[in-house]
């Protein structure tokens, strides 16, 4: 950085100006515009130089933080899924009532809006061991809250109850494209999460029958062998 003096001679900013002005928080909002750009565009429409564009710093400076694109990708996906295991840790052994888990599900994918859908849409992105890795997340985090919800249903097995969480999963994940304020966003998603929950799982298909048969098959003559 160079300062202009009067008479136009210049001089250059002391040593260390520019790092001192740099936001500590920077890698936090470089992933966090890289997930929203992400979510809108797609993982492959968004290239480092506009994720550095809507932080307001050039391109190299990203490669401060990130070696690359992916690495931005990886970082806001385990965000996410750590962000949901700490909100719904609560420490004792009884876990907490499914009222609470919900709740706090609900205060991440509602506070994080613009990038909640992100594993949703651009996950497939992933390698198959981060997609290992965050899949072993979400697994934590849905027997969470299969557990006190076999509690309040007793008849589902724990197939049926992860199968239901899931879907409420999908349907706090969905709150990306939403147009509502944070208030009607919270009560539609409780709404629909508690529907989702109470809904009767489907039943596996029944075995097909056998091909009925009046005896045995004709024996081949020797010209059909």
């Known amino acids: ?16 100006t520019d790092r001192a002005k740099r936001p500590k928080d920077r890698k936090d909002r470089i992933a966090t515009a890289g997930a929203e750009l992400f979510c809108e565009r797609g993982y492959h429409g968004v290239s480092v130089d506009e994720i550095a564009a809507a932080v307001g710093i050039s391109g190299p400076a990203v490669y401060r933080h990130f070696p690359n694109k992916y690495a931005i990708l990886v970082h806001v996906t385990r965000d996410l ?5 700490a909100a719904t840790d609560t420490g004792d052994s009884t876990g907490g009532s ?5 709740a706090a599900v609900e205060r ?3 506070g994080r809006r613009q990038v909640a859908g992100l594993y949703q849409w651009e996950g497939r992105y992933l390698t198959p061991e981060h997609r290992r890795e965050f899949d072993r997340s979400m697994t934590t985090l849905v027997h969470r809250l299969a557990t006190p ?3 309040l249903r007793p008849e589902l097995t724990a197939a049926q109850a992860d199968l239901l969480v899931n879907a409420a999963f999908s349907a706090f994940g969905s ?10 966003t919270e009560q ?3 709404r629909v999460a508690w529907t989702l ?3 009767d799982p489907p039943r596996p298909p029944a075995p097909r029958p056998a091909p009925l048969s009046d005896g045995p098959p004709p024996a081949l003559r020797p010209a059909d062998r």
Do not use: I, K, N, Q
């Open 108 to 110: 991440v994918a509602v």
């Open 197 to 199: 929950l109470r809904a």
């Open 1 to 16: 950085v160079e300062f202009v003096r009067p008479y136009g001679r210049r001089m250059r900013s002391p040593a260390g």
């Open 175 to 184: 709150v990306s494209t939403h147009r509502l304020t944070a208030t009607g």
């Open 81 to 85: 899924a750590g962000a949901l295991l």
């Open 98 to 102: 499914l009222d609470d888990l919900l």
């Open 188 to 190: 539609l998603l409780t």
């Open 149 to 151: 919800l076999r509690e």
